[in-house]
């Protein structure tokens, strides 16, 4: 069971050399041949980490020979830990690219062997498979996206064929099958297809087979996997700039979150795309950035008639060429129709199978007030700027769309969320802001209960204002059922599981969020925030660093450094954090009184009592947050 390094000097293999099964590492011309695990029990199938520092097999203990479990170890032989429990045999692991799932199958269920997937510390089990046959040897494709495995479907044959699934356990396909053994799957570097070996023509024998199942003229996958798409801001053509793009960048955000709501298909999020409104780039370059196969680019002008003129195109970035373009002519007092026009055309375009209920979550009206509906796309432009003269304009927007649709959910949820953060972008905070964010949530629950938006709403003044952490996770659970993909719901939910100490749920949603946009400095800096309340404080520092990467201008990524080096009494980096959130927060009370924490923190208890005395004296003229006095 050889295994090679990711950087190609190092093979893990398992040997009996010592009397039992153990796990042995060499480099890779076959010299410096060492036992790591060093185990008096059996410990077999390596697989490596992404970056090369541990190795994950299957092994046993003394007391409990016979029962196989998921362990990790570092490449020196240290810090060996037991990922499973579980009287059952879990076997063949395999550690996705990026880093943040294992997978391996396991009879747990007393039945058959099925496929389950985990964090890298044992957190977040979930079934992939579920299935009466015997599902094994689980291998990811390069790209993360999907999974390869040997089963024998229908249960009680010995004859088991290759299988495709997405990285969920979604759309779970069959790749081969001829009533022969078919086993061991092996994916090309470009995840197109599979190798394994077959006794087929009555001997064993390596085929290889198209990983892409039901493709089309377009070569594109009619149901094996998600497909990542982003649709970046569109032009308003005409526009002035600054508010007047609304109406472009409005249609585009309504369309990433319908076209999120389909299980195939993984949307950038519209807080990941705003930057490229106005911005030189091809479609190609954003593509590439953000990591993404298909690009929807397109321009909207309306015209002295009343209609709306949209231009679209839809560009395949691997193949670097417009998969399809199409023009559309609707009324401005219907956008909706456009909408759902160009949703159907996408989703024809990349030839995907939609359920019966898809269609109706792709056709589904918020409003038929065209006036409400352009004053909501408004106000979710001017949501998207956070800032708290953007916030007040998004709460006129919403409040005059209510005016016009009294029922209308979407302008309920988007008001909701503007009152809510008031708090985090006004100073001082209007003392009403979450009596009024409430108050639009549950009215946009009401008026809507298959809004994942609405309940998002909600369970954020929940657990922020009510405190009320179970009815909280509740609320995110619905919503993130309704719509799995709205990477949000898992941003939040992820800071409710951690502020009740389920620090690895927690870090499993936050990764989740990230999955589904994992260009978002935002949602990057939310898991370097769950980490660093999990005391993982390297693991945070790290995921501070990818989010300055992503955004050099990050406040909260500086925040939460300066948080990390507090607790690690590294007062230096702790004081050129807290100077690079102050370069860009900008000199305020609040950015003062953070200085004071910061030298308190260092030790330097005089030089943060003459900060403190100057914040107390001027609290009669200034508002002065009191709860970072009480920090200092």
Not at 449 to 467: M, P
Not at 482 to 488: L, V
Not at 577 to 606: N, Q
């Amino acid at each position: 069971m050889p295994a090679w390094s990711p950087d190609g000097t190092k093979i893990a293999f398992q040997s009996r050399r010592d009397g039992n099964l153990e796990i042995y590492m060499m480099d890779a011309d076959g010299s410096n041949q060492t036992n790591v695990s060093r185990s008096p029990s059996d410990d077999a199938r390596p697989a490596w980490s992404p970056d090369g520092k541990f190795l994950v097999f299957a092994g046993t203990t003394p007391d409990e020979p016979l029962n196989y479990d998921i362990h990790v170890i570092r490449v020196d032989g240290s810090d060996r830990r037991r990922l499973t429990d579980d009287p059952g045999v879990d076997t063949d692991p395999a550690w996705s690219p990026d880093g943040s799932r294992i997978v391996f199958a396991s009879d747990r269920d007393r039945k058959s062997y099925e496929i389950y997937a985990m964090t890298p510390d044992g957190g977040d089990l979930r079934n992939l498979t579920n299935h009466p046959g015997s599902d094994v040897k689980p291998v990811w494709s390069p790209d993360g996206r999907r999974i390869a495995f040997a089963a024998n479907r229908p249960a009680k044959i010995d004859l088991p064929a290759i299988y495709v699934m997405n990285a969920d356990g979604s759309q779970q396909k069959l790749l081969t099958g001829s009533n022969t053994f078919d086993d061991e799957p092996a994916w090309s570097p470009d995840s197109r297809r599979v190798a394994f070996q077959s006794e087929r023509d009555g001997n064993y024998e390596i085929y290889v087979a198209n990983a892409r199942v039901d493709e089309n003229e377009s070569g594109r996958t009619a149901a094996g996997r998600a497909i990542s798409l982003a649709v970046l801001p569109f032009t308003t053509v005409g526009a002035a700039g600054g508010d007047a793009q609304y109406l472009g960048v409005g249609l585009a955000d309504l369309l990433t979150n319908k076209l999120g709501q389909l299980k195939q298909i993984n949307c950038r999020t519209s807080g990941a795309v705003r930057r490229y409104l106005g911005s030189p780039q091809s479609p190609l370059q954003a593509g590439r950035e953000l990591g993404v196969e298909y690009i929807l680019t397109g321009a909207v002008e309306r015209s002295s008639d009343q209609r709306v003129l949209t231009s679209l195109e839809l560009t395949d970035v691997a193949a670097g060429r417009v998969l399809w373009a199409e023009k559309f002519n609707e009324n401005a007092a219907d956008i909706f129709s456009l909408q759902n026009a160009i949703s159907d055309r996408i989703v024809r375009a990349l030839s995907l199978q939609l359920t019966n209920d898809e269609r109706e979550r792709l056709t589904k009206r918020y409003t038929d007030n065209g006036e409400a509906h352009q004053l909501y796309l408004a106000g979710r432009y001017h949501w998207g700027k956070r800032t708290p003269d953007g916030l007040r304009l998004a709460i006129s927007n919403f409040e005059q769309a209510i005016a016009k649709d009294a029922r209308f959910a979407l302008a309920y949820s988007g008001l909701a969320d503007c009152h809510a953060l008031l708090n985090w972008y006004m100073e001082p905070p209007p003392p009403d802001a979450f009596a009024r964010a409430e108050q639009a949530a549950l009215r946009a629950v009401e008026l809507d209960d298959t809004l994942a938006e609405a309940h998002v709403s909600r369970a954020f003044v929940t657990f922020h204002y009510k405190r009320d952490w179970r009815a909280a996770e509740q609320r995110f659970r619905r919503a993130i059922a309704i719509n799995p993909n709205y990477a949000t719901a898992h941003h939040w939910y992820a800071f409710t599981l951690s502020a009740a100490g389920r620090h690895d749920e927690a870090i499993a949603e936050a990764r989740r969020a990230q999955e589904i946009d994992p260009r978002s400095a935002v949602i990057t800096t939310a898991l370097a925030n769950v980490f660093y309340h999990a005391r993982r404080f390297d693991e945070s520092v790290e995921q501070c660093m990818k989010a300055l990467e992503l955004d050099p201008g990050s406040i909260a990524a500086h925040v939460v450094l300066r948080w990390v080096y507090e607790r690690q009494g590294r007062a230096d980096a702790a004081l050129a954090a807290y100077e690079k959130e102050r370069a860009f927060a900008g000199e305020t009370p609040t950015t003062r009184a953070k200085l004071a924490h910061v030298l308190a923190a260092s030790g330097r208890r005089d030089e943060a009592r003459k900060v403190l005395g100057e914040l107390l004296a001027k609290r009669k003229q200034q508002w002065v947050t009191p709860y970072e006095i009480a920090v200092i």
